[in-house]
């Protein structure tokens, strides 16, 4: 049975910091590519990031660049998103699953939620 656990969110001021972490089972980690997926109320999911199977590439959205960085660890089926500069237009519920931009390949988990304010 395949879960997503996200962890990792909370509240914090415009301009912090935070690290969500996904702990991944039920499927072959190693082999899929993840990515990081945000959702605010009204609102379908919109994509964040993505790192290949392997770790040797990322991507983000144009929103996110060059403040949030996606990172892997295989032996320990995790994925982790750090944070930073974060800005009111983060807060959302962030979520991860195996897949990319265009697909996802599992059941969503109960994802973690994000609030950015001062």
């Known amino acids: 049975q395949v879960q997503l656990v996200e962890s990792g969110g909370g509240t914090v001021q415009p301009g912090g910091s935070l690290s969500l972490s996904c702990a991944a089972s039920?499927?072959?980690?190693?082999?899929?590519?993840m990515s990081w997926y945000r959702q605010v109320p009204g609102k379908g999911r919109a994509w964040v990031a993505s790192?290949?199977?392997?770790?040797?590439?990322?991507d983000y959205a144009d929103s996110v660049k060059d403040r949030f960085t996606i990172s892997r660890v295989n032996t320990k089926n995790t994925v982790t998103l750090q944070m930073t500069d974060l800005k009111p237009e983060d807060t959302a519920k962030y979520y991860c699953?195996?897949?990319?931009?265009?697909?996802?390949?599992?059941?969503w988990g109960q994802g973690t939620q994000v609030t950015v304010s001062s």
């Open positions: 790192i290949t199977s392997n770790g040797d590439s990322t």
């Open positions: 039920g499927f072959t980690f190693s082999v899929v590519a």
């Open positions: 699953n195996a897949g990319s931009l265009f697909y996802t390949l599992y059941s």
